[in-house]
């Protein structure tokens, strides 16, 4: 079992579309949990960090779920910025062991 | 734009030949990265310094060999890869929890 498993992708939706990403990791020790965004051969950018009691950045609410294992990102009103690879990472305890998933692509159309 | 700059941008190098990666942060965090990435492949974690000091090394080949001198700068030593290297190589830095990537560099290995 991958550490870090996300959707497969790639995801095909029109503007203004709600679309959900889902991540699970299998190391229950992990500590911190984000979500960065990679656009085509550009450098992954952090979009958010996600905690327990869920965060919300403008158009992007992000879940964690320890029971399960789980992290959602919401993306609400897609625009066609929007279209990218979404990466779920996860931090072990001490914060230097980072896995990445593998990603999932956005492709947001007029 | 991030903190973080890596040079050179694009390399080409033959299999005998040694080169080095530079990345340097100006964000004053206190660890540095460097992470490869593959076509289709998720990110992998290859070294990490914390404070100047290695505290990861995830089995990478002793054909990669980093150098941290101070905790701005961050090097990456390449000698006799082979065309499976070829991969767009990546630096971070963070304090704490968040990571900033460099733009990265892209390697060609002939």
């Known amino acids: 079992r991958k550490e870090v498993e996300q959707d497969p992708g790639p995801f095909n939706v029109p503007e203004g579309a709600t679309v959900a990403f889902n991540c699970t990791y299998s190391?229950?020790?992990?500590?911190?949990f984000f979500w960065y965004r990679q656009d085509c051969r550009k450098e992954p950018k952090l979009l958010m960090s996600v905690y327990s009691s869920g965060n919300e950045d403008g158009r992007f609410t992000a879940q964690l779920n320890r029971a399960s294992q789980y992290i959602s990102l919401l993306i609400r009103d897609s625009k066609l910025s929007d279209s990218a690879t979404y990466l779920c990472?996860?931090?072990?305890?001490?914060?230097?062991?980072?896995?990445f998933g593998a990603g999932t692509r956005l492709f947001v159309k007029a | 734009e991030t903190g973080v700059t890596q040079t050179p941008r694009h390399l080409v190098m033959g299999m005998t030949n040694k080169k080095s990666l530079k990345c340097e942060q100006h964000l004053g965090h206190n660890a540095m990265y460097w992470y490869k990435q593959s076509a289709k492949k998720p990110l992998e974690l290859m070294f990490v310094y914390s404070l100047e000091e290695r505290v990861e090394n995830n089995s990478v080949p002793s054909r990669f060999s980093p150098e941290c001198p101070n905790s701005s700068h961050l090097f990456l030593h390449l000698h006799t890869l082979q065309p499976e290297d070829s991969a767009l190589y990546l630096c971070?830095?963070?304090?704490?929890?968040?990571?900033?990537f460099g733009p990265g560099t892209r390697l060609t290995v002939l």
């Open positions: 990472v996860v931090n072990s305890v001490g914060g230097f062991k980072t896995i």
């Open positions: 190391n229950s020790a992990s500590q911190s």
């Open positions: 971070a830095s963070s304090q704490n929890r968040e990571q900033f």
